[in-house]
């Protein structure tokens, strides 16, 4: 070409500098650099320049202008008179098209080894002699449709569409107005299976499938129905000669010459891979959910087999998970993982049991090709314990160059393994070296993460299902024991005391002594009664709920309130929640918390807590003004008169007492001054869940982690049950209790209910 100047606009000052230097050896082409539109406007506006050609990139300085807005502008004011090539980084086979419909007489992607010279070529082919004027000839003749140059121009088009056409690599073509092939490039004639010669004048849907005919039709219909540069894209089945299908996305755009519709140009894109991929997705996508539905880890191992083979094409697979004791082949005649089991008898074939991985499913392909179940892997045996071990997918191209493999002769070549955490190992295989892509890799992985959490899932409800299972074990044998205790203990109860009625009838009253061993037995058969009951409600309390329903705890309280007898007043500090529960057993926590309040109300809060020595279970009487005297010695649960008698014939205090007469005295007087006054208790919700506080003297700190204990009491009459049960009612509904004072110094009791 001659001597020209080239006018390049591109915003990207190393892009401009890069192709100045390519071009600085090259006599025929002087480049000149604009860095934006409005610079390439005036330069073109200039009448003393004369541009052989004008390169440009798409994207230009102003975000709201690409090289095809500026060139439909430039042509309108008369100013792009020299043709124009498009130089892009954002080149694609669409664009390309747009571009030479536009009128651009050329494109060239940007950043390929071959791009400038591919450039190089362009400026040759378009920037000849006689260019500008040809180009202001196809401008003129455009004004007069049907001029006597038309062919010459269509010619003209033509040739300007070959080379986009030839440039593109995706098959690519040009429909005449009857819908027949006048152009196509190579990469469709060997898209086709064919030659560009066979190609031409063949009609566009010969190549669709017979149900996608109607479709491309339909889409060059709508194209040619839209005023401008619309590009449509629609999804076909096209057919290559010998018969087979391809998945393919087709983009096609008409060719519009000054309002006449002279054909259509359409570019053909294989996606086939895509498809695939996308079918690969979805498919591992509806069997994750398969995964994370199953519940036991044989269906979660055999389901994960089935999609690597049905979705992954991965059919020589098997999964195979830890056991602590298994039965595994010494390291001397240890199996290959491939290899079924083998037992010849030899003498040095000795078994021994230890934690190994276990095959526990594995594809159809894997059972045919080696003729039965692959052997359990022991630790250190072979390439598959590496990879479990390490905690790594390792993958190898050919498993016999490995420095681990079991057996250098397997017909395996190339395997992979991808850990599943703790739970075991998947394998993949191949009889080829080399031969996963990275993609179905990469989704084995994803495979295996999801199975991994299957997994977690199914040992946290196999756990939780033992747990139920010891539960309703445990349910049980309390439900013996309360049944025991009703009918085997209750029933002599019943008896002596029906006796002791009798008995007291035909007893003359006029023996103080007499009457008074009456009152003994009286108060032991009552205080076993209580013992009894105390005991079912504590058994039947700490069965674990299997089933609850929402309880309003508001009246679960006044319930509770109207059942608990002496001077009492409940109040409630806030709305109470609705919880999750079994209302009768939150009935008995609030009415036991109640009857303790009451109880214990008024105890002096220097009093400590006294353990028995183990005959009478444990007990404490902080102010022991009406409880018998003698616990004050001997921790007898005996009725007033006895104990006030034993402890003034004694007039001291043994081990494990309370203190002296004087102490018992000056805690009498204490407990003199609340009397008339009801103990106050207050419920109020909280932010874990609920508490209930009294006005009472409390539990000393150091005794505050006991005060749950069956047993423990603050008072010689107590049984120890009632804090007790409510613990066992919390543990019950799975819920956490504290032990702490309330603002008035008294015990504060504060339940946590899990959200």
């Given at each position: ?39 390439l406007r005036?330069?073109?506006?200039d ?109 003209q ?12 690599g ?46 491309i ?6 194209v ?57 997705i979805?498919?591992?996508?509806d ?5 994370m ?11 994960v ?29 240890a ?23 276990v ?34 997918a ?9 420095p681990?493999?079991r ?14 955490g ?26 295996a ?23 309703e ?41 007499t009457?008074?061993?009456v ?15 105390n ?7 700490g ?16 319930r ?28 008995v ?6 009857r ?8 002096s809060?220097?009093?400590h ?10 007990s ?5 003004a009406?409880?018998?005297e ?6 007898s ?22 203190g ?8 009498t ?12 208790v ?72 899990p959200?």
């Amino acid at each position: 070409m001659p001597s020209k100047a080239v006018l390049y606009v591109d915003p990207d000052e190393t892009d401009r500098r890069r192709l100045s230097r390519d071009f600085a050896a090259d006599a025929a082409i002087e480049l000149e650099e604009v860095a934006t539109a409005a610079a390439l406007r005036d330069a073109l506006a200039d009448g003393s320049n004369a541009y052989a050609c004008v390169v440009t990139e798409y994207r230009l300085d102003d975000p709201e202008t690409d090289a095809l807005a500026l060139y439909d502008s430039l042509r309108a004011d008369g100013l792009a008179t020299a043709p124009f090539l498009l130089y892009t980084a954002d080149g694609s086979e669409t664009l390309a098209s747009e571009a030479i419909t536009a009128g651009f007489s050329g494109y060239v992607p940007k950043g390929r080894t071959d791009s400038v010279e591919r450039l190089r070529e362009q400026l040759q082919t378009v920037g000849g002699p006689d260019a500008n004027q040809a180009s202001r000839a196809r401008t003129d003749q455009r004004a007069v449709p049907g001029g006597p140059n038309r062919e010459c121009e269509r010619e003209q088009d033509l040739e300007r569409y070959r080379t986009v056409v030839e440039t593109v690599g995706d098959s690519m073509y040009v429909l005449d107005e009857s819908d027949r092939i006048e152009m196509a490039n190579e990469a469709m004639a060997d898209a086709f299976e064919t030659t560009r010669d066979e190609l031409l004048g063949r009609p566009v849907d010969d190549f669709v499938a017979d149900e996608d005919a109607g479709r491309i039709r339909s889409t060059l219909e709508a194209v040619r129905a839209i005023d401008g540069r619309t590009w449509k894209t629609v999804d076909l089945t096209v057919e290559v000669v010998d018969g087979t299908t391809r998945d393919a996305e087709v983009n096609v755009a008409p060719l519009v010459d000054d309002g006449t519709l002279t054909g259509s140009v359409g570019v053909i894109r294989d996606v086939s891979e895509r498809t695939k991929r996308e079918r690969r997705i979805r498919r591992l996508h509806d069997g994750t959910r398969r995964l994370m539905a199953a519940t036991e880890t044989d269906e979660i191992a055999r389901i994960v087999t089935e999609i690597a083979a049905d979705a992954l094409d991965l059919d020589l697979n098997s999964v195979h998970l830890y056991e602590p004791n298994v039965l595994t082949r010494s390291a001397a005649r240890a199996p290959s993982e491939s290899e079924p089991p083998v037992s010849d008898g030899s003498p040095d074939a000795t078994d021994e049991e230890q934690g190994g991985l276990v095959p526990v499913a594995m594809s159809d392909r894997v059972l045919e090709l080696f003729d039965g179940i692959p052997s359990n892997i022991e630790p250190g045996g072979g390439i598959a314990w590496d990879a479990y071990e390490a905690g790594e997918a390792i993958v190898h191209g050919d498993v016999r160059q490995a420095p681990n493999v079991r057996n250098p002769e397997t017909p395996i070549r190339s395997e992979g393994h991808v850990p599943l955490g703790d739970h075991g190992v998947f394998i993949v295989s191949s009889l080829e070296t080399n031969d996963f892509d990275p993609e179905a890799l990469t989704l084995a992985r994803i495979l295996a993460a999801n199975a991994e959490a299957a997994l977690d899932r199914a040992e946290r409800e196999g756990e939780l299902a033992e747990h139920g299972r010891e539960l309703e074990r445990q349910n049980e044998r309390l439900e013996a024991f309360a049944s025991t205790v009703s009918h085997d203990l209750r029933n002599p109860l019943t008896l002596a005391t029906g006796h002791l009625e009798l008995l007291a009838g035909r007893i003359d009253g006029d023996d103080d002594e007499t009457d008074r061993y009456v009152e003994e037995l009286e108060w032991a058969l009552t205080r076993m009664d209580e013992l009894v009951e105390n005991v079912l409600t504590l058994a039947r309390s700490g069965r674990r709920l299997t089933e609850t329903e929402p309880v309003d705890l508001a009246a679960v309280v006044e319930r509770a309130d109207r059942t608990v007898e002496g001077d009492l007043e409940v109040v409630w500090d806030g709305a109470l929640p609705t919880v999750d529960g079994d209302e009768e057993r939150l009935r008995v926590l609030f009415e036991n918390v109640f009857r303790n309040a009451v109880e214990h109300g008024s105890t002096s809060p220097d009093s400590h807590a006294q353990e028995d020595d183990g005959r009478h279970g444990v007990s404490s009487e902080p102010s022991v003004a009406d409880a018998p005297e003698d616990a004050v010695k001997h921790g007898s649960t005996s009725p007033p008169s006895h104990a006030q008698e034993d402890a003034v014939e004694h007039d001291s205090a043994s081990p494990g007492s309370q203190g002296t007469q004087a102490d018992l005295d000056e805690e009498t007087t204490n407990r003199g001054e609340r009397d008339g006054e009801p103990v106050t208790v207050t419920v109020e919700p909280t932010f874990e869940g609920f508490a209930i506080a009294d006005d009472g003297p409390g539990i000393p700190p150091g005794e505050r982690d006991r005060v749950l204990e069956w047993g423990y009491s603050t008072d010689a009459e107590g049984t120890g049950f009632g804090l007790a049960i409510v613990a066992e009612v919390v543990e019950a509904h799975g819920w956490s209790v504290a032990v702490e004072e309330s603002d008035a110094g008294g015990l504060r009791l504060a339940v946590s209910v899990p959200s």
